[in-house]
């Protein structure tokens, strides 16, 4: 099983980016799968996870409106469209899946959770 992210790149204040993540060997089906990100010199902080069924979504606060999590199941793809960009949303975005879903809201949020792990893709928002 492993998961390729992509779709990252340079981009300037209030554009928007849609980052792809392709699943091998498994589909998301309704486990937990999500994004978080690193920025440079901070430690990797959660912004969105769910179920591709959509039991469930959450989004951290500071993306909440701007992002919007999605699925295409028969292509076994979790995307993140980003909108309104913002020089603090600079870092690279990890994609993760679980083996399953998660009971309660707060093992969502928690990255130790997640068995699989995409490489990472780098977003650059510029002033």
């Known amino acids: 099983v492993q998961l390729q992210a992509s779709g990252g790149g340079l981009v300037q204040a209030g554009d928007s980016l849609i980052l792809s993540c392709a699943a091998s060997?498994?589909?998301?089906?309704?486990?937990?799968a999500g994004w978080f990100r690193r920025a440079p010199g901070k430690e990797r902080e959660f912004v969105v996870a769910?179920?591709?069924?959509?039991?469930?979504?959450y989004y951290a606060n500071s993306v909440k409106g701007r992002f919007t999590i999605s699925w295409d199941n028969a292509k076994s793809t979790m995307f993140l469209q980003m909108n309104a960009l913002k020089p603090e949303d600079t870092a690279v975005y990890y994609c993760?899946?679980?083996?399953?879903?998660?009971?309660?809201?707060?093992?969502?949020?928690?990255?130790?959770?997640?068995?699989?792990w995409g490489q990472g893709t780098l977003v650059t928002v510029s002033s």
């Open positions: 993760a899946a679980a083996s399953r879903t998660f009971a309660s809201m707060r093992a969502y949020y928690s990255a130790a959770n997640y068995d699989t």
């Open positions: 060997g498994r589909t998301f089906s309704s486990a937990a």
């Open positions: 769910g179920n591709s069924n959509g039991a469930r979504t």
